[in-house]
């Protein structure tokens, strides 16, 4: 054996732990997000570019709600192989598309939609709650740590309203737990 056999050794196990990332992040975007589109924002030449990507994701309690989200997706090479940090950064925007109805109740802040944002440490997450007074959903964006969170976040309300001819609207104070 020669000397770089470790160097080499090191070189096969980093990227087949990236490609197990990669197929695991593939899994579970299957059931995830929508992708609307992408849009880079730094050129890189022989690894893919940084991007804001929009997503759409229904919630899966409340029909007839759906929130659109926008993140940074870092290229380069650790991008590329899925073991970059992704930044806090995250905007949010939830509005009524068709009638609104609840499936089953729900606490206050419960998650509507959680993805990793490196490879260990960081989630995003998307959480509901319900402003009973004023009967409006509300959806905060954001993202946390194991060690230490980020202030950076997202709020988008939507009021439940009537859609079509039926008119009748339900309460959303009357579908939170507790």
Not at 89 to 98: L, M, N, P, T, Y
Request: proline share 6%; glycine share 8%; aromatic share 10%.
């Amino acid at each position: 054996m020669n000397a770089s056999f470790p160097v080499q050794l090191r070189l096969l196990v980093a990227f087949a732990f990236a490609a197990a990332a990669m197929v695991a992040s593939g899994i579970a975007l299957a059931d995830g997000p929508d992708l609307i589109f992408r849009k880079s924002t730094v050129f890189k030449l022989l690894t893919p570019n940084d991007r804001l990507a929009t997503y759409a994701i229904d919630d899966p309690v409340v029909d007839g709600v759906v929130c659109h989200y926008t993140v940074p997706e870092k290229g380069g090479l650790k991008g590329m192989f899925g073991v970059a940090e992704e930044t806090s950064d995250v905007s949010i925007a939830c509005r009524q598309f068709g009638p609104i109805t609840f499936k089953e109740k729900f606490e206050q802040g419960d998650v509507v939609f959680r993805e990793r944002r490196s490879l260990v440490f960081k989630k995003m997450q998307i959480v509901r709650g319900c402003d009973a007074k004023r009967n409006v959903l509300v959806y905060m964006a954001y993202s946390d740590r194991l060690i230490e969170g980020s202030p950076k976040n997202s709020t988008s309300a939507v009021p439940v309203m009537p859609w079509g001819p039926q008119g009748s609207v339900p309460k959303c104070g009357d579908f939170v737990s507790g």
